[in-house]
Structure formats: C-alpha cells, structure tokens
C-alpha cells in the first residue's frame, strides 16, 4: 500500500529556532495534507495543498508541496514554545480513498 | 473543540474482554473515520464509514468491527482484546463529497485503552 515517509522522527530546537520537517512518497500524490497534535491531545488539520510547487504559509508556518508532488516540506521560523506537539503528514493517492498519515515529527522547543 | 465528541474518555478492561467505543461526528458531516494510534506509533486507519454504509478499510482486525447508525453516529467494537490492543482510538469526521479526497478530517479527544 501507499506509505509516506516523514522526517525527522524527533527534533529538539531552541525557542527561536527554525525547525522543518519533510514527507517523502514514491508515488505521485493527489494531495498532502498537514495535522498538529499537541502532547495529550488530538491532531488538529492545519493545512491541505492540492497543486504542483504549491507554497501556504500561515504566520510563522510554510508549507510546500514538491513539483512532482511526491514530496512536502513544513517549515516554522523562529519556534515557540506553543510550536510543541507533533506533527503528521498524510496523504491520498491516486483513488485511494483512505487518508495515509505520516509517522510525525514530535518536536520539543526548549524555552 | 473538533465537533466530534467521543466515549468513553478512558477504558480499562481485560485480555479477553470486549469493548465499544462510540463517537458522534460533527453535525452535517456523513463520514466517520476509525484510528488506532499506539505508543510511538502514527496514526493507523483502521476503517470509513459514509452515510451508513463501509467506505473503506484499512488495517483492521478480524477481531474488530464497526458500524455507523441511521444518526450518523458509529462504534467501533473491540473483541478478544489482547495486550496490544492498548492504544488511542481516535475517531474523525469529514463531509466526505463523492471525491473525497479533498476532504479535512476533524478529529475527536479519543478513548484510551488500557488492556491488562
């Protein structure tokens, strides 16, 4: 079946940091989308890109999806403490109607 | 608050034992989705349902099933627990339109099960 492959699996930063963390697919997606979850809670949808070489940003958070859309990148600049939690890719692909998730990057901000 | 409610928050049972848990999805949404997510594990798509009916399946066990009421409402129900069975089970609502695929997954506080 399809797998996405996220990295890195942890990251520590220092508050005020940069952090990104990369989904891989050897399969063209339809899709990707992006879930927070913080420590003890649920994932919370952040973003969906959908186009080729797509870029979103949200405050501090820019999200790209790769030109040949098997590949995306979540980046956050200058990292909080409130950036805690981990955080899932997931995709479709092709008519495949179940979503994938990614393994997560959990990342821990050190104030 | 995600709009999906879910019960029981926490669960203790035994090996052996069967177990239901319930979710309510967001109102006017038609999809309901199941989760398992294990310690260090990702977010494992267990089944879909649309509307009452099976959308599709993931990797779920023989001895897990679930359905989804004319309310919209599902439950999933857990046989023959193992230890390993122990685990967050999240469920997730969408609209789900025909193509789906587009669709954002709203997802519920989950029920952890502890299996001793």
């Known amino acids: 079946g399809q797998q996405v492959m996220q990295i890195p699996q942890y990251q520590h930063v220092q508050e005020g940091e940069d952090f990104t963390t990369y989904c891989n697919s050897s399969?063209?997606?339809?899709?990707i989308q992006w879930y927070k979850q913080r420590p003890g809670g649920h994932p919370v949808f952040l973003i969906q890109l959908v186009k080729s070489g797509e870029v979103k940003k949200q405050k501090r958070l820019t999200f790209q999806f790769g030109e040949a859309k098997k590949n995306s990148s979540l980046h956050i600049t200058a990292t909080q403490t409130t950036d805690v939690g981990t955080y899932f890719c997931a995709a479709h692909s092709g008519s495949a109607r179940q979503l994938t998730f990614g393994s997560g990057t959990q990342l821990t901000v050190l104030p | 608050d995600s709009g999906v409610t879910q019960t029981p928050k926490h669960l203790i049972t035994a090996t052996g034992q069967r177990v239901t848990l319930r979710c309510s999805p967001r109102?006017?949404?038609?999809?309901v989705y199941w989760y398992q997510q294990s310690l260090d594990q990702g977010l494992q798509f267990l089944i879909q349902y649309y509307n009452g009916e099976e959308r599709a399946k993931g990797n779920i066990l023989e001895r897990f099933s679930a359905q989804q009421f004319p309310d919209l409402h599902s439950e999933l129900n857990l046989s023959s627990l193992e230890l390993g069975d122990s685990a967050l089970y999240f469920c997730?609502?969408?609209?789900?339109?025909?193509?789906?695929?587009?669709?954002?997954?709203?997802f519920g506080p989950g029920t952890r099960l502890t299996v001793l």
């Open positions: 399969t063209t997606l339809s899709n």
């Open positions: 997730a609502s969408s609209v789900a339109a025909a193509s789906a695929q587009t669709d954002t997954q709203y």
């Open positions: 109102s006017g949404d038609l999809s």
